[in-house]
């Protein structure tokens, strides 16, 4: 149990376009969502936290009216980068913590996003 | 604020090998500490966590406050330990900071 879907794996789109990636819970219920986003060989970045059902908290440095969450239910968030330019271009992680909340993160497995 | 630390990038043992994976962190509140590992071609994946004080694959961890480290520690590496590591910090609001990861390289 406890798989996270993300849709697409792999997108390319052009510059000023909007994309969106969906992350699913498929067997559990999330009642917290994270974004993570992940440079060539470096660390995963957390981007915002988001709560079914309430606005996502961003991190310092992260642009909310860039990156638009929505967690509309306790098994879907969104991430939709808005207007995007080549150095969007990046690998993005979701996770999900369960409403049991053991502390444990459930991956998706990404989505990479190729901004031209 | 960089939260968590892991110095190394890369760590190469042979099989059988003890094999230590460093982690340092700071947080001014009571943070558990995790250890995530990514297989090749796979998504990252829970090893272990403080709170459970458990041996997951021969591998442990004891979170040392007075030094601020979660050190990962196995006495014989084998092959299929190959792999990135990656620390983790989930903060009194359940947010997770990860470290930049260490590749581990078991070889033969």
């Known amino acids: 149990g406890a798989v996270v879907s993300q849709h697409p794996s792999w997108v390319i789109c052009k510059s000023g376009t909007s994309v969106k990636i969906e992350c699913r819970s498929l067997?559990?219920?999330?009642?917290?969502m994270f974004w993570y986003r992940q440079f060539p060989k470096q660390s995963l970045m957390l981007m915002a936290t988001?709560?079914?059902?309430?606005?996502?908290?961003?991190e310092q440095g992260v642009e909310k009216d860039k990156f638009l969450i929505n967690h509309a239910s306790l098994t879907l968030s969104t991430l939709t980068v808005t207007s995007a330019h080549p150095e969007d271009s990046s690998f993005y992680i979701c996770?999900?913590?369960?409403?049991?909340?053991?502390?444990?993160?459930?991956f998706g497995e990404g989505s990479r996003l190729t901004v031209l | 604020a960089q939260r968590v630390t892991q110095p190394e990038k890369l760590l190469s043992v042979f099989k059988g090998a003890p094999v230590e994976l460093k982690c340092n962190y700071s947080?001014?509140?009571?943070?558990?500490l995790f250890w995530y590992v990514q297989y090749s071609r796979q998504r990252l994946q829970l090893l272990l966590r403080?709170?459970s004080r458990e041996s997951i694959k021969g591998f442990t961890a004891d979170l040392n406050k007075g030094e601020t480290s979660f050190h990962l520690k196995k006495p014989f590496a084998q092959e299929e330990d190959s792999a990135m590591y990656y620390c983790?910090?989930?903060?009194?609001?359940?947010?997770?900071?990860f470290g930049s990861g260490t590749k581990l390289n078991v070889k033969p």
């Open positions: 947080y001014s509140g009571s943070p558990e």
């Open positions: 067997d559990f219920q999330a009642t917290t």
């Open positions: 996770s999900a913590s369960r409403r049991s909340n053991t502390g444990e993160l459930f």
């Open positions: 983790a910090l989930s903060d009194d609001f359940n947010k997770f900071y």
């Open positions: 403080h709170i």
């Open positions: 988001s709560n079914e059902g309430s606005k996502a908290t961003y």
